[in-house]
């Protein structure tokens, strides 16, 4: 089935540690994004890039990190410099960059502190 | 002055009813609106998207795009428990391919 896989579902960092949030799309997308999403905030894109080696950042990138060395995967990293890295993050794709393209996302990745 | 703003709700309505969801939108050069239902713990999922002024139809859904107002709406129509979830509004911003997305607002369908 096409389709976004996220992993893990859940992750737990400790303090001082990155961690990395895999994403790999089989739908042939050229865009792929990262969000995050806290309680009644909505969502906020944090990086996103439309075409490989080549990514920008979003709103909130500030203690994270992404890399689109292959056109299926988008991983992101959450850094120590990130200070409040709990929250659920979702990673989307889209058909490329010109506009009116819908988004569709991956089931999520949960982190949270130690 | 938030550049998508929904009403967190919740809203109510008896299962059969017509759901009526609204978003209000800042940015004048926003040109796609989408909705997305998000059930509680789980990942958005697309449900409609609109570009052009007026109503567009999908089976039990209608979007609706005013923007000389600046408004989208979805309207669910008959009603189900299975609708109870969070309705997120987004647009994209300007020519820049960026979605924005309002904070949602949770539907609640009492059978």
């Known amino acids: 089935d096409g389709g976004i896989t996220q992993s893990p579902k859940y992750l737990f960092r400790k303090e001082g540690q990155n961690v990395t949030l895999s994403c790999e799309q089989n739908l042939n997308h050229d865009a792929m994004y990262w969000y995050r999403q806290d309680p009644g905030q909505g969502l906020r894109l944090i990086y996103y890039s439309h075409i490989v080696n080549d990514f920008q950042k979003g709103d909130i990138a500030e203690g994270y990190s992404v890399s689109r060395e292959k056109k299926e995967s988008f991983p992101l990293t959450v850094t120590s410099a990130q200070k409040n890295p709990t929250a659920f993050y979702l990673c989307?794709?889209?058909?490329?960059?010109?506009?009116?393209?819908?988004?569709?996302f991956g089931d999520g990745t949960r982190l949270s502190i130690l | 002055q938030k550049e998508v703003e929904q009403n967190s709700g919740p809203l109510s309505v008896p299962e059969g009813a017509i759901a009526s969801l609204n978003c209000t939108y800042s940015d004048r050069g926003s040109q796609s609106f989408f909705w997305y239902r998000q059930y509680s713990g789980k990942s958005p999922e697309l449900i409609m998207f609109?570009?052009?002024?007026g109503d567009k139809e999908d089976g039990r859904f209608t979007a609706q795009l005013n923007k000389a107002s600046q408004y989208v709406s979805l309207l669910i129509r008959d009603s189900q428990p299975s609708d109870s979830a969070t309705y997120l509004c987004?647009?994209?911003?300007?020519?820049?391919?960026?979605?924005?997305f309002g904070t949602g607002t949770l539907l609640a369908v009492q059978p």
């Open positions: 987004a647009a994209m911003r300007g020519a820049t391919n960026k979605l924005i």
């Open positions: 989307a794709s889209s058909i490329g960059q010109l506009d009116n393209q819908p988004q569709h």
């Open positions: 609109i570009y052009s002024n």
